[in-house]
């Protein structure tokens, strides 16, 4: 990487030298691994140079340790364009883990998950989709987490995936503005932007609303410049 924005100490920089370091150990799940291939982009590299998938996981709670993913919607984004035509939507095999509370939330029951996707196939289809690409996710701790262990990822080895975070951007920005106590829910979001409502807690409807969310954040922080990766790495990671 070159000096200033884009130097050593950039989270890029680090990310890549832990790619690297992970690519020589023999614990990585083969599964895994074509993640692990992929160099990190450099800070420097305009959004619209860059293949970036937009990812919502729908899940049994939020403890990747206990918890089950029960959804997962995904569709490809490259600035300035979202693409409707490559969207998919998969419900995941649980077994038993529905609980009451989350299918009054997301609207998934044990009948709608019969003929899910079983766990491995979807790990197949996560790597396929994501190996190369950035992710965008709202709150992405959740998609990071969960992916970390249903891939079977060591505890002290990272997702090597560049994740770009519609809720930690919105607070960077709101924090700015001096707004309180602000509503940081994608459809708290996206109603104080002005955009439509959509379902909630359905994993391809909120997977297009944080596209769209997206676009819009990167368009009020650039203004007319043009978008480069490394600011907005840098705002995922700063709250």
């Not at 609207?107 to 790990?123: D, N, Y």
């Amino acid at each position: 990487m070159t000096g200033g924005l884009f130097d050593r100490f950039h989270p890029l920089a680090k990310q890549e030298k832990q790619r690297l370091q992970a690519l020589k150990r023999t614990d990585i799940p083969d599964i895994a691994r074509p993640l692990f291939e992929h160099p990190v982009p450099q800070a420097d590299t305009p959004l619209g140079k860059l293949e970036c998938v937009v990812l919502d996981f729908e899940t049994t709670g939020l403890d990747p340790t206990k918890d089950s993913i029960l959804s997962v919607g995904m569709l490809n984004l490259k600035y300035p364009f979202m693409s409707l035509s490559s969207a998919q939507h998969y419900y995941v095999k649980a077994g038993e883990k529905i609980v009451p509370d989350t299918a009054v939330i997301n609207h998934i029951t044990p009948e709608t998950l019969k003929g899910g996707m079983p766990p491995q196939q979807l790990c197949e289809v996560l790597v396929k989709a994501l190996a190369g690409k950035i992710v965008i996710a709202h709150w992405g701790w959740i998609e990071k987490e969960f992916m970390h262990r249903l891939l079977g990822i060591p505890a002290d080895v990272k997702v090597p995936l560049v994740f770009l975070d519609t809720l930690t951007l919105e607070k960077t920005m709101v924090f700015n503005d001096g707004v309180i106590e602000p509503d940081f829910r994608l459809a708290g979001i996206r109603e104080r932007r002005g955009l439509p409502p959509y379902l909630a807690h359905n994993a391809f409807a909120d997977a297009v609303a944080t596209g769209e969310l997206f676009l819009a954040q990167v368009t009020d922080i650039f203004g007319r410049r043009t978008p480069l990766l490394g600011p907005v790495v840098r705002r995922s990671v700063a709250v």
